[in-house]
């Protein structure tokens, strides 16, 4: 009796009926999974510093959120993933160069961590509410305060397990000081320089140095839809141009685009950093121009700024603009009637 | 705002220190206090100019006030306040030549303080001379408590030192962290975060202060 009588009863709810099995932890843990290769890599050019490294970042990270969250007394949301991701993108745009306990460094990642997680992105109302790149506020913040610490560069070591590096210059500031010809003398040739841009064997952050496994990462990203390729190639395209166009000693159109794209941090830059869902531009069309502006921001950095390196500001400077990109941009509401005021513009 | 003689001249203080503190409450006065904020020293000299001007306002506009015709009431207040600011910018150009030279430019800003004018406008000019002076002491003490606090803040922060004036030819500069302190904290977009944090902290406390004391007046009715 009991049972056909609920087989008979209508289920009444409001929409969405049909739902997605996505939820934000999934993404979270997703784009964790992406980064791997990259991380990887770091530790296999770095050697063991990189993991201390980066192991510290998540670690203080998903410290001071579920901190704070019990401070103010909110639900616990350590789970969802966001804080781990936020120390694991954190500790893989630092150098590994930064354990080292003489001179005593250790903490900078731990105040970053601090930065990043409870001032960029709790401050402002949490997940989905930040304005900037937490990893990025984290790094700028380590960056202006601790400039030497934070440019001392490791050479890649063969051995995972060497603790001793030699520092050197990264090929952006080789290319900065002494210009392309010392940077393939450096590298031996061309081809050379490439080969080593392309598998990470270079001087740079922990995660931004293999262009291959960052390829990876990304193109498994765009494949499960996460992202879409606006923002990457409209990043990655403008920043070529400008290049070839304006990066050339010998006049316009000398420049080599590929040394600019496999160099700094260009490609963890366009693939995870400048497609965050909460600090880029929803919109296809806002996508492009706020991945140009990334671009050519960087760019403009690194050809004429007193930086090697301008990706972390370029990003932080579009984030501004993505709520505005947004807006100008909104998608018409179908049926809708034009009001008296917008058919006299 | 809190008007006439209800209100007892000490509470009248209090009210510029705590519940409409100039930087942590009403936000007003940003500029100096980002800008001249980096060392201990310079903030306790521009809180103190600041103090000694709102006091000297608020007590001349305030014999005034029977004699200024409304309809050219600003421009009068401009007048008296840019009287003081001058007679300030001497005073410290005489004392404390080398303090001058840093934060000069922002006591000569002091003119154009909202805080300043407002209080003229709001509470001096319709008040008599004793309220409206510990109405000017308690908005100067509030302003001069949150420079103090911003500059001991990120000096320690940023320098890791605090220099504190001594009225002897040179500072007495504690020295605390030797090694890579802050560096951010001294720079003007430190200056931010630095406001930005010491207010939270200022509001936390009083939020906490103002749930004890309503605890203790009301016991929970059940």
Redesign the interface.
């Known amino acids: 009796m009991e049972a056909t009588k609920k087989e008979h009863e209508l289920i009444v709810s409001v929409s969405p009926h049909v739902k997605s099995d996505e939820t934000t932890s999934r993404i979270m843990w997703t784009v964790c999974l992406a980064l791997l290769p990259a991380f990887l890599s770091g530790v296999y050019f770095f050697g063991l510093k990189a993991l201390f490294i980066t192991a510290l970042c998540v670690l203080s990270s998903v410290i001071f959120e579920s901190l704070y969250l019990k401070v103010v007394d909110k639900k616990s949301a350590v789970g969802d993933g966001s804080g781990f991701l936020t120390g694991l993108l954190l500790g893989m745009n630092l150098p590994a160069s930064l354990w080292s306990f003489s ?3 250790v903490h900078i990642p731990i ?1 970053a961590s601090f930065v990043a997680i409870v ?1 960029t992105k709790q ?1 402002f109302g949490g997940l989905g509410y930040n304005v900037f790149n937490p990893a990025l506020i984290g790094r700028a ?1 380590a960056l ?4 030497r ?1 934070m440019t001392i560069w490791m050479t890649p070591t063969a051995s995972i397990l060497a603790m001793d590096a030699k520092t050197t210059a990264t090929p952006l500031g080789i290319l900065k000081e002494e210009g392309i010809a010392k940077l393939i003398e450096v590298f031996g040739d061309k081809v050379s320089l490439y080969e080593h841009l392309l598998a990470g064997n270079r001087a740079g952050s922990i995660g931004e140095t293999s262009v291959i496994a960052l390829l990876i990462g990304g193109l498994f990203l765009l494949y499960k839809k996460y992202i879409t390729w606006h923002i990457p190639v409209a990043f990655l395209g403008t920043a070529a141009v400008i290049a070839w166009v304006f990066g050339g000693k010998e006049g316009v159109l000398t420049g080599d685009p590929l040394i600019h794209l496999m160099s700094g941090g260009m490609m963890l830059g366009a693939w995870f950093m400048a497609t965050d869902y909460v600090t880029s531009p929803s919109m296809r069309k806002a996508q492009l121009i706020f991945g140009a502006g990334c671009g050519a921001l960087t760019m403009l950095i690194r050809l004429k700024g007193g930086f090697p390196e301008g990706v972390m500001f370029a990003i932080l400077i579009m984030n501004c603009f993505a709520p505005l990109l947004d807006r100008g941009f909104r998608s018409k509401v179908f049926g809708a009637v034009k009001t008296a005021k917008e058919i006299k513009k | 705002m809190s008007s006439h003689s209800t209100v007892s001249l000490k509470d009248q203080v209090l009210n510029g220190i705590i519940k409409e503190n100039t930087i942590f409450k009403l936000a007003l006065s940003l500029c100096p206090s980002i800008a001249v904020t980096n060392s201990l020293k310079n903030g306790i000299f521009m809180g103190g100019a600041v103090l000694f001007v709102q006091v000297m306002v608020n007590t001349t506009i305030s014999l005034m006030r029977n004699v200024i015709h409304p309809k050219v009431r600003l421009p009068i207040f401009m007048l008296v306040i840019s009287g003081w600011v001058t007679v300030t910018q001497m005073l410290m150009a005489a004392l404390a030549p080398e303090v001058n030279a840093k934060v000069g430019l922002y006591i000569a800003l002091i003119v154009a303080f909202a805080s300043i004018l407002a209080r003229a406008e709001m509470f001096a000019s319709k008040n008599s001379l004793l309220p409206s002076m510990a109405d000017g002491l308690g908005m100067g003490i509030g302003f001069l408590f949150a420079l103090t606090t911003i500059s001991f803040f990120r000096e320690l922060v940023g320098k890791g030192s605090l220099t504190v004036p001594t009225g002897l030819a040179t500072d007495h500069v504690f020295t605390f962290i030797n ?2 302190p ?4 001294i ?1 003007p ?1 430190g200056g931010f ?1 630095a406001v930005g944090i010491l207010m ?1 902290g200022f509001n936390w406390i009083n939020a906490r202060a103002a749930a004890k004391a309503a605890a203790k007046t009301a016991p929970a009715a059940h």
Not at chain 1, 144 to 147: A, D, V
């Open positions: 001179p005593f460094t105040i001032i401050l913040f202006i305060s601790w400039p610490a | 090694t890579k802050v560096l951010l904290m720079l977009a975060f939270a």
